[in-house]
């Protein structure tokens, strides 16, 4: 019974290292979000809880241009540009264009980020969903 008991011990043991090995990650992510240009809010929130971290912003498919006409799902996201304000220091990034529907601000300081998205369009807005990914 005594050698049963430890074979199982082990195994539990083996099981809790093997999971948090393999379970630890450079990336986590925040909850999606949804956005709409041209709406003057901010298009999401995130707290960034590591300094010099990385920031990746992920939109995620389908992304929609609406007219006053029509609704266009779109394939291309060069219309698209991203930049962080730090809701603490009011600092503001530059705008990021995206590539592949990615986009990363490197080396961010700890704190808490507004994420706004802005197009080029001029006969519309866009709306859809994004991701906030740190690396």
Same mark, same amino acid.
């Given at each position: ?37 041209? @709406?003057?809010?901010? @298009?999401?929130?995130?707290? $960034? ?16 241009? &609406? ?8 394939? $291309?996201? $060069? ?16 705008y990021h264009?995206?590539t592949n ?7 961010? &300081?700890?704190? &808490?980020?507004?994420? @706004? ?16 990914v740190f690396?």
């Amino acid at each position: 019974m005594r050698k049963m008991y430890s074979l199982i011990s082990i195994v539990i043991m083996a099981v809790l290292a093997i999971t948090t090995i393999g379970g630890s990650s450079v990336q986590a992510s925040v909850p999606r979000f949804s956005f709409q240009t041209e @709406d003057g809010k901010w @298009d999401g929130e995130v707290g $960034n809880p590591n300094n010099l971290a990385n920031i990746e912003i992920d939109l995620i498919s389908p992304i929609y241009l &609406k007219t006053a006409s029509e609704t266009t799902q779109l394939s $291309n996201y $060069n219309n698209l540009a991203v930049r962080l304000r730090n809701a603490s220091t009011g600092a503001t990034t530059s705008y990021h264009t995206f590539t592949n529907g990615k986009t990363l601000f490197t080396s961010m &300081k700890t704190g &808490k980020y507004y994420v @706004d998205i802005k197009d080029t369009y001029t006969n519309g807005y866009v709306s859809g969903k994004l991701d906030v990914v740190f690396k």
